[in-house]
């Protein structure tokens, strides 16, 4: 019972280019996302939310794309720097409770 | 910047043995979380716990499974018979507010079920 999804488990991209990181749901009662950084060795760490009444929330380099007709969200990080590469997870939660669904992460790579 | 903390960050158990994960949450955080991650998988929620009682378990959360607030500042997961299939990264989250307030995670305790 995949509720989140991230497709693509890896990402590359070259310093000073844009990084797009995808997600997908499936649950249309889902109505707050966030998306997680992670490193090796840590637990994730929050970087960017935005809830469903919105369908752009940006924070510096971050920018988080929603739109709910496809039931996809999306991270933008311009430019990517090399101290970005980190597995990054989508997740979602509804407003009838306190869990956060995760998506499976994508292991996203800048290239110095 | 207050964090979430969690130890050990290593535990190695025998299956069958019970083991004690802790973690204390952020000191103004009223609602604290456990989450896992099996190697190579997605983190998977396990329990929310507010005002001393569980206001959301997982099925994963099953009766080897409990938690406890045993004092102000410790929040502890507890496996009472382990399994192979227990393995995995447990973290600890907390946050101010329910529902769709942050969760801060706490760095991980890596189980190892031999």
């Known amino acids: 019972d995949q509720q989140v999804k991230q497709n693509s488990p890896s990402l590359s991209v070259q310093e000073g280019r844009i990084s797009i990181l995808n997600c997908d749901y499936t649950?249309?009662?889902?109505?707050?996302f966030l998306w997680y950084k992670k490193y090796p060795a840590e637990g994730p760490t929050f970087l960017i939310s935005?809830?469903?009444?919105?369908d752009k929330n940006e924070d510096g380099r971050f920018t988080v794309f929603l739109n709910k007709s496809a039931k996809h969200l999306s991270l933008h990080i311009v430019p990517s720097q090399p101290g970005d590469s980190a597995v990054y997870f989508c997740?979602?939660?509804?407003?009838?409770?306190?869990?956060?669904?995760f998506g499976t992460g994508t292991s996203l790579t800048v290239i110095p | 910047e207050p964090e979430v903390t969690q130890t050990p960050s290593h535990q190695v158990t025998q299956m069958g043995q019970e083991v004690i994960l802790r973690c204390v949450p952020i000191?103004?955080?009223?609602?604290f979380y456990w989450y896992r991650q099996i190697l190579g998988q997605k983190v998977e929620f396990l329990v929310s716990?507010?005002?001393?009682?569980?206001?959301?378990k997982s099925e994963i959360f099953d009766d080897q499974f409990s938690v406890e607030r045993p004092d102000g500042s410790n929040f502890t997961l507890k496996i009472r018979s382990t399994k192979l299939e227990d393995s995995a990264m447990y973290f600890c989250?907390?946050?101010?507010?329910?529902?769709?307030?942050?969760?801060?995670f706490g760095p991980g305790t890596r189980l190892t079920v031999l």
């Open positions: 716990f507010y005002n001393n009682e569980i206001s959301e």
């Open positions: 989250a907390s946050s101010v507010l329910q529902g769709t307030d942050t969760q801060y």
């Open positions: 935005i809830s469903s009444i919105k």
């Open positions: 000191s103004n955080h009223l609602y």
């Open positions: 997740a979602a939660s509804g407003n009838t409770g306190n869990q956060f669904y």
């Open positions: 649950n249309s009662m889902f109505d707050y």
